[in-house]
């Protein structure tokens, strides 16, 4: 009978279990034994343009615990928290918990985790997962930007291109034992999760080194708050370096300030204060209104405009164009931007790409403010005319500078040059013309002006020994909390190119808040000269030396250096090749109407020093095709410069040598 009643309870009991509470127990049994793994794949490696690794993905161990295996939680927390630096009571409350898989801490470092196996307390366990690791630590931090422990990029490249270098995840469905241990038949076969691509920067981080080298050194010595440079190549918008205080470094984002993170150049905007002289004087010479050698009453340094008194630092009388901008003077700047008008002025301003995004491949970029044109930019304009009154970007003011170096052209800056992919690498197409912004002989002329800023006027200390070069200094005063200007907040400014016949390199320094409100050529001029003087000397472009005339028959000694500008014209005085035919642009904004022809009263200019694709710009939109004798740079002309172009019978000659020296 007992036998009989044993069995009964035993089948009950079992159909209990089997029939009717079967659905509840499979599904029990499956969410123990059945686990979904998702495994994440290697990013792509993030490369400078030397093919240096910058950001690389590594196998990092990651901590989990089974707290069905935890007997006392207080005493592994009390123990384990420590190690990790967590906080005991939160890592009590995961650890009582009733799943049977919490994450303790993603992707430790290499001695945590030895540390934590020391311990060996019951319930832990570890999974490999892939982090993301910066060799180069602070180097272009912000540039980079940084992946958060979910594998997605959160900041600078890894954001913008996250689908690109994330790669394609896998997901396997495992057998787990009553140890959490997988198990898994040799014989299964799984999916394997797709790599990501890699990104080949235009960035070099030896270049990027001495940007942040250099900006650190003129911080700490101005007390400043922080300061940004940006390296650019004018003639395709590659960035080469974009520098920026303060720093952090992506292996430990979350140990700074969030503010931190973000790309100051190309974020942060300011009022860029008098190195905007020289788009007004730009504007001026593209309309041809004033010719450099024009005189501008300066009123002894004080205007009066719209009831605002507006000051000279040093008070001038009359100033030709020239000593304007290489003076720095705000009251003739004014009556340049008078001269030119709110509609022309507004015209070419944007046309330089401001109050507008330049459509650089990083995330967070500041359109700038420029005032709409309105009846209210009738007083607007006339503080645009000394940099006040509208906000830009330090990218911005470099692509303008750029345009300017360039002969006119604007271009798309870029930070990522190629895409790898399957052993492989895809150019991007590159670079990207937005638009003609000035003519060539506009462009040169400025670019003249530009010269005598740093050889007569106030960037002095941007000189950089054997080579020339051309660029404006700027010190706009802060805006206060309260309004209107502040009189000890200042941002010290200098934006140039070198060298400037031949520009290699534009590069602006910003220097936010120096001690003492130090103006621009005394704290940011150095640093340009610190910088593009390394630079040139890294890249190994040839010193300049003043030209000397030569002529067919000359023996010219060539520089021992790597050359530079490939020769591509005859040496017998043949035809341009098709290489340096193929120049024209398209023709924008203001730009359009100062096609010069034959029949026009401007003259010859002076072309010694440049190279012969800039000298056949400038010859060609004049409607000429010189001949061409040697290669290189030129060192002699005919006509000579100053020559109207009425007087010029047949085709202009040029003689060109390897070095201008």
């Not at 009717?20 to 793994?37: M, T, Y």
């Not at 390296?231 to 918008?237: A, I, R, S």
């Not at 150049?265 to 002289?277: A, N």
């Not at 034959?598 to 010859?604: K, N, R, T």
Request: glycine share 10%; charged share 20%; hydrophobic share 40%.
């Amino acid at each position: 009978v007992l036998a009989a009643v044993w069995v009964g309870v035993l089948s009950a009991r079992l159909y209990d279990l089997q029939i009717v509470r079967r659905d509840h127990f499979r599904s029990v049994a499956s969410r123990q034994q059945l686990d979904i793994v998702e495994l994440e794949p290697p990013r792509g490696t993030i490369y400078d343009r030397r093919g240096r690794e910058l950001a690389v993905s590594v196998t990092a161990e990651s901590l989990y615990a089974d707290p069905a295996a935890i007997e006392s939680p207080a005493e592994v927390a009390e123990r384990l928290a420590p190690v990790l630096g967590l906080d005991t009571a939160e890592l009590i409350d995961k650890l009582d918990s009733e799943r049977s898989f919490v994450w303790i801490r993603r992707k430790l470092d290499p001695p945590v985790a030895s540390a934590v196996r020391e311990l060996d307390l019951p319930g832990l366990g570890f999974v490999d997962e892939s982090k993301r690791y910066y060799p180069f630590r602070r180097l272009a931090g912000q540039l980079l930007g940084f992946v958060g422990t979910d594998h997605t990029g959160l900041a600078g490249l890894e954001a913008a291109y996250d689908r690109v270098v994330a790669g394609r995840s896998a997901r396997r469905t495992v057998l787990r034992d009553a140890y959490r241990q997988a198990l898994m038949s040799p014989e299964m076969r799984f999916p394997e999760p797709e790599p990501g691509s890699d990104l080949h920067l235009t960035v070099d981080s030896t270049i990027q080194h001495i940007a942040e080298r250099e900006l650190a050194a003129a911080v700490e010595a101005a007390g400043a708050r922080g300061g940004s440079v940006v390296v650019m190549d004018p003639w395709t918008g590659a960035v080469l370096a974009m520098a920026s205080l303060p720093s952090f470094d992506p292996n430990r984002f979350a140990d700074v300030d969030p503010s931190h993170w973000r790309i100051r150049p190309i974020s942060d905007v300011f009022e860029p204060g008098s190195t905007f002289k020289a788009i007004t004087v730009a504007a001026a010479l593209e309309a041809h209104l004033v010719d450099p050698n024009d005189l501008v009453d300066c009123e002894q340094g004080a205007i009066t405009v719209n009831r605002m008194r507006i000051r000279d630092h040093h008070p001038y009388g009359e100033l030709t164009v020239r000593q304007v901008l290489a003076k720095s003077s705000n009251v003739g700047a004014i009556k340049i931007g008078m001269l030119v008008g709110r509609e022309r002025l507004d015209s070419q301003v944007r046309s330089f790409g401001f109050g507008r995004r330049s459509g650089i491949d990083l995330p967070g970029e500041s359109a700038g403010l420029l005032t709409p044109l309105t009846e209210q930019w009738s007083t607007a304009y006339v503080y645009t005319s000394f940099g006040h009154g509208l906000a830009v970007t330090s990218l911005q003011l470099t692509n303008a500078f750029a345009a300017v170096a360039n002969g006119g052209v604007l271009h798309r800056p870029y930070v990522v040059e190629a895409i790898g992919r399957d052993g492989g690498v895809e150019p991007i197409p590159r670079p990207v013309v937005l638009g003609r912004v000035l003519h060539p002989a506009t462009a040169l002329s400025l670019e003249r002006l530009l010269e005598e800023v740093v050889e007569n006027g106030t960037a002095g200390r941007a000189k950089i020994a054997g080579y020339r070069v051309a660029g404006k200094t700027g010190t706009p005063q802060k805006l206060a909390e309260s309004g209107g200007y502040s009189d000890s907040r200042y941002m010290a400014s200098f934006v140039g190119f070198a060298p400037a016949r031949r520009p290699a390199v534009v590069c602006l320094v910003l220097i936010d808040e120096p001690r003492d409100g130090a103006e621009g050529g005394v704290v940011a001029a150095p640093v340009f000269a610190a910088v593009v003087g390394a630079v040139l000397n890294y890249l190994k472009v040839p010193p300049e030396e003043p030209p000397e005339p030569a002529w067919p028959g000359q023996t010219v000694v060539a520089a021992e250096t790597e050359e530079v500008v490939p020769a591509a014209v005859d040496d017998e005085g043949g035809e341009p090749t098709e290489e340096l035919a193929a120049v024209d642009l398209p023709v924008g904004g203001v730009g359009e109407a100062i096609a010069p022809s034959h029949e026009s009263e401007q003259a010859m200019p002076d072309l010694a020093g440049l190279t012969a694709r800039q000298a056949l710009v400038i010859l060609g939109s004049a409607g000429f095709t010189p001949r061409l004798h040697g290669s290189g740079f030129v060192v002699r002309q005919q006509p000579a410069a100053g020559t109207p172009y009425t007087e010029v019978d047949g085709r202009p000659e040029l003689w060109l040598s390897p070095s201008v020296s």
